[in-house]
């Protein structure tokens, strides 16, 4: 498998609170090969969001992917990734580094901003659906 494409996304009840993370991931013809709901500590909806995509880049790590497109609602995530804005609260930096490093495996990797509607199953993934199939 050589490109993919992973939309993720975090939850938190509560802020900090109980962590929620989703995501789904699609091989190259646009078909969802993994679908990945947990649920996690305790911590903050941007880490719950850092974490969605740790756990979704080991995925494609592991399925040998070379090419990633990310998709995120989260813009502070997108532009911290691209390095428009530092990463500043120190809960966050090992997260980032380890995105950093992960993103650094893969031949291309490339992350994009997309609007909450355009993310539905990750989000519906990410609230604690566990088990449930979407639609």
């Known amino acids: 498998m050589k490109k993919i494409t992973i939309f993720t996304d975090g939850a938190c009840k509560g802020n900090p609170g109980q962590m929620f993370i989703g995501a789904v991931i699609y091989d190259e013809y646009r078909k969802a090969i993994k679908e990945i709901s947990m649920k996690l500590g305790r911590g903050t909806c941007n880490e719950a969001e850092y974490c969605a995509i740790i756990a979704a880049l080991k995925y494609a790590k592991s ?4 090419e990633i497109m990310l998709r995120s609602d989260s813009m502070l995530l997108v532009k911290q990734i691209r390095g428009k804005y530092q ?4 809960n966050l930096i ?5 995105v950093f ?7 291309k990797f490339k992350v994009k901003w997309i609007p909450r509607e355009n993310n539905e ?4 993934l990410a609230n604690g659906y566990m088990g449930k199939k979407w639609k």
Do not use: R
């Open 63 to 66: 399925i040998g992917a070379e």
């Open 87 to 90: 990463v500043k609260a120190e």
């Open 94 to 98: 090992p997260l980032y580094d380890e």
């Open 101 to 107: 490093e992960l993103k650094n495996t893969f031949n």
């Open 121 to 124: 199953i990750a989000n519906y």
